[in-house]
């Protein structure tokens, strides 16, 4: 395998992050701890949950099982944050610890094997794992903010404008370049 996945992976959960960032910013405080129902998540904790994931997945990666001895993943649901503050540590610290990590692979370390639960799975596997996993949540939190943010700044296209995107788009001329660095470097009114 080239030198791609690797740097495409990582952009691609960046992407994810700023989504989450650029929703955190539009949700009133007491809306972040909203639960439409006695089984639902709020999203102080979902963020919870993905920072208690990050933490047990990406810690000693190549070396110790993801489900860390350490990690009480029932707790995760059970929300004990405070305030926003609170939930913005969480939110940074899983991902920091996620993204070092992640940055620190090789290609190399692609086909080796680590473990979940005592189930094998190549680091490549491992990666597409979370690559459906955390964006489900984030997808989560942008739906929760787009209910309560008053007046909701699109992440995408906002809705009417994509006939002028796309013939904004196709009055230039082809081009490739990386999809995540056009992505992460757009600014709301262009996104995906």
């Not at 949700?27 to 639902?40: A, S, V």
């Not at 350490?70 to 995760?76: M, S, T």
């Not at 473990?115 to 939190?141: C, D, F, K, S, W």
Request: aromatic share 12%.
């Amino acid at each position: 395998m080239e030198n791609y996945y690797l740097p495409g992976a990582i952009k691609q959960f960046e992407y994810y992050k700023l989504l989450g960032d650029k929703t955190f910013d539009q949700i009133p405080d007491d809306k972040l701890f909203w639960q439409c129902n006695t089984d639902g998540n709020s999203v102080a904790t979902i963020v919870k949950h993905l920072c208690g994931n990050m933490l047990s997945r990406w810690t000693d990666f190549l070396i110790t099982d993801g489900e860390k001895s350490w990690r009480n993943r029932d707790a995760e649901f059970e929300n004990d944050l405070a305030n926003r503050d609170e939930i913005m540590q969480k939110w940074n610290h899983g991902w920091n610890v996620f993204l070092t990590t992640l940055r620190s692979l090789t290609e190399d370390d692609l086909q080796k094997i680590i473990y979940i639960r005592n189930e094998g799975h190549t680091v490549l596997e491992a990666i597409n794992r979370q690559l459906a996993h955390y964006p489900y949540h984030v997808g989560q939190i942008v739906f929760i903010g787009k209910m309560f943010a008053e007046n909701w700044e699109s992440l995408s296209i906002p809705k009417g404008t994509s006939k002028q995107f796309n013939e904004a788009k196709f009055s230039e001329p082809k081009e490739n370049p990386p999809f995540r660095d056009e992505l992460l470097n757009r600014s709301n009114k262009d996104a995906i």
